[in-house]
């Protein structure tokens, strides 16, 4: 039976932003979505409420052993002001896969992409329109029981926000960074929660990221933690490399997360009937490679930007730059059919677009 979800409405609605100015994450719309947990309920009173501050016992247990796992994906306007979620099935079902790693009771997937709906359906005008913008959406969940000691909660929040934004690096679509291969820190290992969107994860990746964007990076590029060899991924994005007229991207090996964007790019490669290989790649292939002149592209995939070129990478020291491609590249073909099956502006052959009425 379908779950009634409860409505109350804002009195104020918030001003919006000029596109321009959104950035990302830093405006929140009116209304979002929240649910409880609870051993005698279950997950119980689904509701869009006002926008609002939560009260939190300090004791909450989600402040001390930082059980908590969130989602990241984006309502699209297409040219004929119709509103798209990109695959959001593929998110419901790496929150139920986040939840079962963290020991938090999984949810019906079924509503929450009510859930979804929903709340973007009361927030439609929050879908900016120009190019680059999105509606981002933030799924989350915390452990809310009042307890110091160490098990998993007895108690939850599952809530939704949502957020306009612009494009991911200000302006510049497929605008090329520089990545820095981190040699010191290590951000998951194989048995850890690499895996999984767990918001430790990015905690611990914290005074990597702040210490090459002291040296001029904007992301650090993550090795295997066991040698120190073998290609991970990038903060947010997993990473591509064009070696030789073969795309090659790292295995999912439980220590790197399995991205939505990553599966559309090898489904479509696939389509194309695009060599490509998802294997184990170690930072001396690539290098190794530059320099015989094989290393044709590299470039990060990830919800936010969608597809970032990388135009310097450093490891080492030794630093390689990737200059512009005067042909067209296999960064920019994957970017532009995977943003126009987003805006609706070419046909889907994937159904990965679910439209929200
Ligand atoms: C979310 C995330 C990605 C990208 O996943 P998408 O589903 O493509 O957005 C990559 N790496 C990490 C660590 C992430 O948290």
């Known amino acids: 039976m ?65 059980q908590a796992i969130f989602e990241g994906l984006k309502a699209y306007r297409t040219p004929e002001g119709k509103i798209q979620l990109f695959r959001p099935d593929k998110n419901i079902e790496r929150l139920n896969f986040s939840c079962q790693r963290m020991s938090i009771p999984t949810l019906d997937e079924a509503l ?10 009361i927030e439609k005008d929050w879908v900016p329109s120009e190019e680059g913008t999105s509606l981002y959406i933030r799924p989350f969940i915390i452990a809310t029981e009042p307890y110091l000691g160490v098990r998993p909660s007895k108690r939850y929040k599952f809530m939704i926000i949502l957020s306009p934004v612009g494009s991911y ?30 918001s430790g994860n990015y905690a611990a990746s914290l005074k990597a ?11 650090v590029l993550w090795l295997d933690a066991k040698e120190n060899k073998y290609v991970e ?9 064009k070696i030789n007229g ?4 790292p295995e999912l090996n439980g220590s790197i997360l399995g991205g939505i964007t990553r ?12 060599p490509v290989s998802e294997r184990r790649i170690s930072i001396e292939e690539v290098f190794e490679a530059y320099y015989r002149g094989e290393l044709e592209e590299a470039f990060g995939a990830g919800t936010a930007a969608v597809i970032s070129p990388v135009g310097e990478l450093s490891w080492n020291n030794q630093k390689i730059t990737l200059p512009p491609s005067e042909t067209e590249t296999i960064a920019k073909r994957l970017y532009d059919a995977i943003t126009n099956i987003q805006l609706g502006k070419e046909p889907d052959p994937f159904q990965w677009t679910v439209e929200v009425k």
Request: glycine share 8%; aromatic share 12%; charged share 20%.
């Open 233 to 241: 991924e990038v903060g947010s994005m997993n990473i591509f490399f």
């Open 263 to 274: 599966s559309s790019c090898l489904q479509l490669l696939d389509y194309w009937n695009f």
């Open 246 to 249: 073969e795309v090659v991207t």
């Open 209 to 219: 990221q702040e210490e090459a964007e002291a040296q001029g990076y904007d992301q």
């Open 2 to 66: 379908k779950q009634v979800i409860d409505f109350v409405k804002a009195n104020l609605e918030k001003e919006k932003q000029p596109a321009h100015a959104l950035g990302f994450g830093k405006y929140f719309t009116d209304h979002m979505f929240m649910m409880d947990y609870n051993e005698e309920q279950g997950w119980h009173e689904p509701r869009i409420l006002p926008y609002q501050p939560l009260t939190m016992e300090p004791s909450s247990m989600v402040f001390h052993y930082g």
């Open 112 to 121: 929450v992409l009510d859930a979804i709906t929903q709340l973007v359906t």
């Open 169 to 198: 690096y200000g302006g510049d679509q497929l605008k090329p960074v520089k990545i820095h291969v981190e040699e010191n820190y290590v951000r998951a290992v194989k048995g850890g929660v690499g895996h999984v969107k767990t």
